[in-house]
């Protein structure tokens, strides 16, 4: 699973041992840093238990070890919206 924008993760110790604390994470993006092999740089918002965002973060995990919680809504579709008429008056010069 590659995470998207949005995407709310619950991150442990099976996607690295800096995580002997579980975390809930919000999803920036994932960075385009050179990493090895099934590993990724997350940008992203550590979230409290109400799902308020406490720290911005940048944590390097393991893909496999991420659990995902909720996953970003998808893109909307674009609506048109007719316009209205210009209403023209006249203008008075001079």
């Known amino acids: 699973m590659l995470p998207r924008s949005g995407d709310v993760l619950h991150v442990t110790r099976a996607a690295s041992v800096q995580f002997l604390r579980p975390i809930t994470f919000r999803v ?8 090895y092999d099934g590993w990724l740089w997350l940008d ?9 965002a406490v720290n911005r973060r940048s944590i390097f995990v393991l893909r496999e070890g991420l659990e995902q919680l909720t996953s970003a809504p998808g893109p909307r579709p674009h609506t048109v919206r007719p316009r209205r008429p210009l209403a023209r008056t006249p203008v008075r010069v001079g």
């Open 28 to 35: 920036i993006r994932v960075l385009d840093w050179p990493t």
């Open 44 to 52: 992203g918002y550590e979230l409290n238990a109400a799902g308020d």
